[in-house]
């Protein structure tokens, strides 16, 4: 609005939207409920990392990087729950790994107790 300082178009602006609760249930995920009047775009100061994921209303979202370290996403008007996570594929390779490193072991313990020569009932 014409004469108005940009302090008070801030307050203003600040109004139209409204961040109603956040909630960080594990250090890699981040829940925030949002009331949202005008189309918007939600910024985290959180650093931005390709491997964050995040869902709006449960619909996956492509994160961006905004402000060269920040993470956003676009949020259209209504009552929003943005839910971001963190999932490197590091970690999820190194589950995968794991897994198959266990089924060897338990393979290679129940091979072992077989093969052993006090295990059989000999035919008299």
């Known amino acids: 609005m014409p004469g108005e300082d940009s302090d008070e178009r801030f307050v203003r602006l600040q109004g139209l939207n409204q961040i109603r609760d ?11 409920e949002a009331e949202i009047r005008r189309p918007a775009l939600l910024v985290t100061t959180d650093v931005y990392h390709p491997a964050w994921a995040v869902r709006v209303d449960g619909e996956r979202r492509e994160p ?15 009552d929003r729950i943005v839910e971001w996570s963190f999932r490197p594929a590091s970690v999820k390779w190194g589950f995968v790994l794991l897994a198959f490193g266990l089924t ?5 313990i129940i091979r072992l107790r077989r093969a052993r020569p006090g295990n059989y009932e000999p035919d008299y």
């Open 22 to 32: 956040v909630t960080i249930p594990s250090p890699n995920r981040m829940i925030i």
């Open 64 to 78: 961006l990087q905004v402000n060269y370290l920040q993470r956003a996403v676009p949020v259209r008007p209504g």
């Open 104 to 108: 060897l072991l338990a393979a290679i």
